[in-house]
C-alpha cells in the first residue's frame, strides 16, 4: 500500500549578509526571528535577503541601513531604511516589507474577488 503525499513547499531560505560590519549570531538570530513575520503573509516567498551596512560616510543618522530584498512569485520587493541604530533600520525594514506584501495580498484577493468585464469601444467585423 502506498501513501500518497502532496508535495510540500520548500522553506524558504533568508540570508543575512553584513557590509562594513561584523555580523555576529545574536544579531543573524534576530534578524531571522523578524523575517518570519514576513513568511505569515504569503507562502511562495522563496527568498528573503538582508543585508545589514555600516556607512561611515554618510551622516550619524542615517550611518546604519538595512536593505531588504524579497524573492517572490511575479515581480520581487525591495525596500532600504537608514538610521543612527542597526536595530531600528531592521525594525523599520521589516515593518516596511511587511506593508508592502500585505498590499501585494489585498490587491490579489480584491482582483480575484472582483473581476471586471473588458470592453471593447469599437465594432468587431462579422466573419463570413
Known amino acids: 500500500m502506498s501513501s ?16 562594513h560590519l561584523d555580523l555576529t549570531d545574536a544579531l543573524k538570530s534576530i534578524a531571522e526571528e523578524k523575517v518570519v513575520r514576513l513568511l505569515r503573509h504569503q507562502e511562495h516567498i522563496i527568498r528573503v535577503r538582508l543585508d545589514l551596512e555600516h556607512d561611515q560616510t554618510r551622516a550619524l543618522r542615517e550611518s ?6 524579497v524573492e517572490i512569485r511575479g515581480p520581487d520587493l525591495q525596500a532600504s531604511v537608514a538610521s543612527d541604530d542597526l536595530y531600528k533600520s ?3 525594514l521589516i515593518d516596511k516589507l511587511d506593508r508592502m506584501l500585505r498590499k501585494r495580498a489585498c490587491a490579489a484577493k480584491t482582483k480575484r474577488h472582483h473581476p ?3 470592453e471593447i469601444p469599437s465594432e468587431l467585423p462579422k466573419a463570413d
Open 64 to 69: 546604519f541601513i538595512a536593505k531588504g530584498h
Open 90 to 92: 531592521l525594525d523599520g
Open 4 to 19: 500518497h503525499k502532496t508535495p510540500t513547499p520548500a522553506a524558504p531560505r533568508i540570508i543575512v549578509r553584513g557590509v
Open 116 to 118: 471586471h468585464t473588458v
